[in-house]
């Protein structure tokens, strides 16, 4: 049973900095592709980062930058760092393999707001 447990959102000012994490039971994590995604208000969800089984990285312009992805395969974990961050990356956050597990864990919310 693959479970995704992610963490580490909050409330920030405008131009601070979170780092999230995401630990993944079950899987064979390493061989994975991992991405993370966030979904506004309103809004679909959007990729806004990617890391190969090889540690190569992806990002989209909005977030190129200021949003750092990384994995330990040993723990499991996918670790999303956010710095430079603005109100319009107020969003729930979500890691996913890719392709996806055909499932979300709950997220984890970052608020930006002065």
């Known amino acids: 049973q693959v479970q995704l447990v992610e963490s580490g959102g909050g409330l920030v000012q405008p131009g601070g900095s979170l780092r999230l994490s995401c630990v993944v039971s079950?899987?064979?994590?390493?061989?994975?592709?991992m991405a993370w995604y966030r979904q506004a208000p309103g809004n679909q969800r959007e990729l806004v980062a990617t890391?190969?089984?090889?540690?190569?990285?992806n990002y989209p312009d909005s977030v190129k930058g200021r949003f750092t992805i990384s994995r330990d395969n040993a723990k499991k974990t996918v670790y999303l760092q956010l710095n430079n961050l603005q109100p319009e990356d107020t969003a729930v956050y979500y890691c996913?393999?890719?392709?996806?597990?055909?499932?979300w864990g709950q997220g984890t919310q970052v608020t930006v707001s002065s």
């Open positions: 890391i190969f089984s090889g540690g190569s990285t």
């Open positions: 996913n393999a890719v392709p996806g597990y055909g499932f």
């Open positions: 079950g899987s064979t994590f390493s061989i994975r592709a």
